[in-house]
């Protein structure tokens, strides 16, 4: 499977933004599907998840209550939706598969990764 993120950019400390992962191939119902960023010198982070059905939801404690992530499996893609947006969302944000039932955030259980997209934001 093929993914391409899009949505990013530069906004204020506040802000929202909304990401989008376009998945290509018929089988995209049987992936779990993720979010994760790295931010300049560090490591790779686990942001958000969500299982095949959409019905299972997971996140990590720094972006509970301000970030939802969603599918559209009709479009074939997968929203995260961020707001009140901080300085330290700053970030490259990756989308990621899994072909394993379940959802968590361990990078190396999620086999396909998307190029990423930028995100800013400004104090």
């Known amino acids: 499977v093929q993914l391409v993120e899009s949505g990013g950019g530069l906004v204020q400390a506040g802000g929202s933004l909304r990401l989008s992962c376009a998945a290509s191939?018929?089988?995209?119902?049987?992936?779990?599907m993720g979010w994760f960023r790295q931010a300049p010198g560090k490591e790779r982070e686990f942001v958000a998840a969500i299982s095949r059905s959409g019905g299972s939801t997971y996140y990590a404690d720094s972006v509970k209550g301000r970030f939802t992530i969603s599918r559209d499996s009709a479009k074939i893609t997968v929203l995260l939706q961020m707001n009140s947006l901080k300085p330290e969302d700053t970030a490259v944000y990756y989308c990621a598969a899994r072909r394993a039932f379940g959802i968590n955030g361990r990078i190396s259980d999620y086999d396909y990764w998307g190029q990423g997209t930028q995100v800013t934001v400004s104090s």
């Open positions: 191939g018929r089988t995209f119902s049987s992936y779990g």
